[in-house]
């Protein structure tokens, strides 16, 4: 079972950046597609972003799209999220997960523990 620890979340103002790190601790983040989510108080959790086993395909939500990037580093065994342009709305704890290539939450079987992001306006 691949194991997740995502970092990198806290308090931004609008308009500012966060990067958000996931680093897996097996060998099988390598052939994994990795992926974004993220739940709100409140709400349901919803995707953000995710990126192919290869690097070679990647797909946003539309509320992120343009100012979100994803990307991963086989060599730390880590994908990233880049946010800019950060919104109250994008306010919500964020969650790493390594499975196969969707934007639906049951494609994905391992979690890690989420990071808490927070804009302010």
């Known amino acids: 079972q691949v194991q997740l620890v995502e970092s990198g979340g806290g308090l931004v103002q609008a308009g500012g ?4 790190s996931c680093v897996a601790s097996a060998r099988t983040f390598s052939s994994a597609a990795m992926g974004w989510f993220r739940q709100a108080p409140g709400k349901p959790r919803e995707f953000v ?3 192919t086993w290869s690097s ?3 797909v946003y ?3 992120v799209k343009g100012r979100f990037t994803i990307s ?3 060599a730390k065994n880590t994908v990233y999220l880049q946010m800019n342009s950060l919104e109250p709305e994008d306010t919500a704890v964020y969650y790493c997960a390594a499975g196969y ?3 639906l939450e049951r494609g994905y079987d391992n979690w890690g523990q989420g990071t808490q992001v927070t804009v302010s306006s």
């Open 56 to 58: 070679d395909s990647t």
């Open 72 to 74: 991963r580093d086989y």
């Open 49 to 51: 972003a995710a990126i």
């Open 61 to 63: 939500a539309t509320s």
């Open 101 to 103: 290539y969707s934007k």
């Open 17 to 20: 950046s966060l990067r958000l």
